[in-house]
C-alpha cells in the first residue's frame, strides 16, 4: 500500500474543515504535512503498516557567531524556519518584522529555535549576518540563527525539505527568488504548519500554533 498526498493539499484539506469553535480550535492537532506513505513489513507472523512522513534532510550551515548549525543542533526542538537575503528590497522587512513578535515571544524557550537561512550566501558572510541581527536586536543566537552555507545545498533544503520558492533568479527584485512562507517544524523534524510570514493574521495563527506542539 502506497498513499500521497502533496503539501498543498494537506494545506486546502485544512482549510475546508477549518470551521470550529474558537475553543475547538485551540485544541486541534495540527497535521504532519508533506508527502508520506505507509510501509508494510511482516512481525512474528503478522503484517504491520508503519506511516512514514515527510521529514527534513539533514543539513549543516553556518551562523552569525560562526557557529555550526545541523539537524542535531533543533533536535528535540520545535523550530520555525524562513528563506531570505540580507539585500532583499521587497517582503524580507515585513517578514523579519513579523518573525521578530515570534522571537519576543518564545524566544526564552529553551525548547523553541527560529532558522532564517539566507538565499544569497555570497554576499551574506558570517559577517554580514551578525550586522544584520544586530541591527534587528537579535542578540541571542542560540534561539535565533541565521544560517549560510553552500549555495545549492541552501537552494535544495528549501525546495525539497521545506518544500518553499528558494533560488537565485535575476529577473527578480534583487535578483533571487523565494516565497514568504513561515514553516514550523516539530521535534522530529516533520512540517506542522505553513504561514504568510508577510501578514500579520498569518503569524498571529502561527504564534496560536507553537504552544500546540511545544509540549508533544
Not at 184 to 212: A, F, N, S, W
Request: aromatic share 10%; with cysteine.
Amino acid at each position: 500500500m502506497h498513499t500521497r498526498f502533496s503539501i498543498l493539499s494537506l494545506l486546502l484539506i485544512s482549510l475546508l474543515f477549518s470551521q470550529c469553535t474558537p475553543s475547538e480550535e485551540k485544541s486541534k492537532a495540527l497535521p504532519k504535512l508533506g508527502n508520506w506513505h505507509v510501509d508494510e513489513k511482516t512481525v512474528d507472523g503478522k503484517v504491520v503498516q508503519d506511516t512514514v512522513y515527510h521529514t527534513i534532510a539533514d543539513f549543516s550551515f553556518t551562523n552569525q557567531d560562526g557557529e555550526t548549525i545541523t539537524n542535531e543542533s533543533v533536535k528535540g526542538k520545535v523550530y520555525v524556519a524562513d528563506f531570505f537575503f540580507t539585500t532583499c528590497p521587497t517582503i524580507c522587512p515585513i517578514m523579519k518584522k513579523e518573525m521578530i513578535r515570534v522571537y519576543e515571544k518564545f524566544g526564552d524557550n529553551p525548547n523553541f529555535k527560529i532558522l532564517s537561512h539566507t538565499i544569497d550566501p555570497k554576499h551574506d558572510t558570517v559577517e554580514v549576518l551578525k550586522d544584520y541581527s544586530q541591527k534587528l536586536g537579535i542578540e541571542n543566537a542560540k534561539t535565533w540563527s541565521f544560517l549560510t552555507g553552500e549555495a545549492e545545498k541552501i537552494y535544495e533544503l528549501g525546495q525539497t525539505s521545506y518544500i518553499t520558492t528558494a533560488q537565485e533568479d535575476q529577473n527578480e527584485a534583487g535578483g533571487f527568488l523565494h516565497s514568504g512562507a513561515f514553516l514550523l517544524i516539530d521535534q522530529e523534524g516533520h512540517i506542522r504548519g505553513v504561514y504568510d510570514g508577510t501578514k500579520t493574521d498569518q503569524v498571529d495563527q502561527l504564534m496560536q500554533d507553537i504552544p500546540k506542539i511545544l509540549g508533544e
